[in-house]
């Protein structure tokens, strides 16, 4: 057993810093908007619907009046809506002290998006890469002007990227998987999502000589089997 247990009172004041969290208006995103913004932070809650968004904002105000939380329009389905978010991100704030990549799609029949991936594969894994590559710079100056530890990247993951992907792993020839089951097109962009982390951490990590002092801790979390 851990010697210690996490819990939202264990997160420090985070007043003046900010983040992102994509899904933020419903399920775990939204849990995790409000430990942010309970102990101070600006959190920018990544969404499709507008609507569902200022609702999930309203409420949580009523319940918590200082949280400062600002809608972020945010369709993972649609790359041109991502690169649009990070550009207003990079704009608004001069400093980003963590993205919390939550938002995602499970066991949804074969669909393509606007963009012509997978409906899972792109929203769960390719649009947070790139809505990643677009606030790294961002998020390695704020890196760089605060103690190591500060800034960090979190990407929400799943064990069913090792009990629903393809035997050999991400079939890289056929993302889209069509012939497959919805849950084998999960599991493998959970996989991606994982390996997305894992290559991160090399890169702009505290392992990282390129990184030097402007470090980023970076995490893949599997939440657990929770009803959302």
Request: proline letters at 5%; hydrophobic letters at 40%.
């Amino acid at each position: 057993m851990p010697s210690s247990k996490f819990s939202p009172e264990s997160i420090p004041d985070l007043t003046g810093r900010v983040y992102i969290v994509t899904g933020g208006n419903a399920g775990i995103g939204k849990e995790t908007v409000i430990g942010l913004a309970a102990r101070g932070a600006k959190v920018y809650m990544g969404a499709r619907s507008k609507d569902k968004a200022l609702a999930a904002i309203q409420e949580i105000q009523e319940q918590l009046p200082s949280a400062n939380i600002h809608f972020l329009d945010l369709d993972l389905s649609n790359f041109q809506s991502v690169i649009a978010a990070a550009k207003k991100i990079r704009e608004d704030e001069l400093a980003l002290h963590g993205l919390i990549n939550n938002a995602g799609i499970m066991g949804v029949p074969y669909s393509l998006t606007v963009d012509g991936f997978e409906a899972q594969w792109q929203t769960n894994y390719l649009s947070h890469w790139l809505l990643t590559h677009h606030l790294m710079p961002l998020l390695q100056s704020t890196a760089q002007s605060n103690p190591e530890g500060t800034v960090r990247l979190v990407n929400l993951t799943s064990d069913g990227h090792a009990r629903f992907t393809p035997p050999s792993g991400i079939r890289f020839e056929d993302t889209g998987l069509e012939k497959e089951n919805s849950m084998m097109r999960y599991g493998q962009s959970k996989l991606a999502n994982v390996l997305h982390t894992v290559q991160l951490n090399k890169k702009y990590g505290p392992i990282s000589a390129e990184a030097g002092n402007a470090a980023i801790w970076f995490s893949a979390v599997h939440p657990g089997h929770i009803d959302t």
